[in-house]
């Protein structure tokens, strides 16, 4: 059996992008419109001799914040379902959100440990955005551009050292 991979994180922090990178499909939809992607979606993933399942979580369109939180951690406890390994998206551009904040909370609270990718890091010059996650309590957030490739290679080579 492959293991399984979930990338969870609020809407627009680049889930899809990665999903694409990692798959190297164009399968999963992206756009600039925060959640247009409303399902799961499963790919299948390579890196060097490992192969993993992939998956991509969605979010809803929803303009009331309580429900819109619920929702993204609605799709991250059925994505956790069937994670080996939990992926944790979040945006280097725009810092911190609550959303993250509590996305952590309940990882924490599933007992769930997870890497925190610091996404849109686009190079070396944007690295110092890094410094800010560490008040998510996470031990090392590993930056990479899912849209560039920046730091991706360190990252797969992390994700999949134990599979
Ligand atoms: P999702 O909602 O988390 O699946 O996010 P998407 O993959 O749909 O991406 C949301 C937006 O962020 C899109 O406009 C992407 O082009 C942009 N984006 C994704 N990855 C990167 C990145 O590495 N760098 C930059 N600058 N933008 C990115
Ligand atoms: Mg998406």
């Known amino acids: 059996m492959k293991p399984v991979v979930a990338l969870v994180g609020r809407p627009n922090v680049g889930k899809s992008t990665l999903f694409n990178r990692m798959t190297r499909s164009r399968d999963a939809i992206v756009d600039d419109m925060p959640g247009v992607t409303r399902d799961r979606h499963f790919g299948d993933a390579r890196w060097e001799d490992k192969s993993f399942i992939l998956v991509d979580t969605g979010g809803f369109l929803s303009n009331d914040a309580d429900s819109f939180a619920s929702h993204i951690r609605a799709q991250v406890e059925l994505a956790l379902e069937d994670a080996d390994y ?40 944007h690295e110092v955005a890094l410094n800010d996650f560490y008040a998510l309590g996470v031990e090392e957030p590993f930056p990479l551009s899912a849209e560039h490739g920046y730091g991706f290679s360190d990252f797969m080579d992390v994700l999949t050292a134990d599979m």
Do not use: H, M, P, Q
């Open 86 to 125: 939990v992926v944790l998206v979040v945006d280097g551009k725009s810092g911190i959100s609550y959303y993250d904040r509590d996305l952590v909370e309940l990882l924490r609270a599933r007992g769930k440990s997870f890497f925190c990718l610091v996404n849109k890091i686009d190079g070396e010059k």
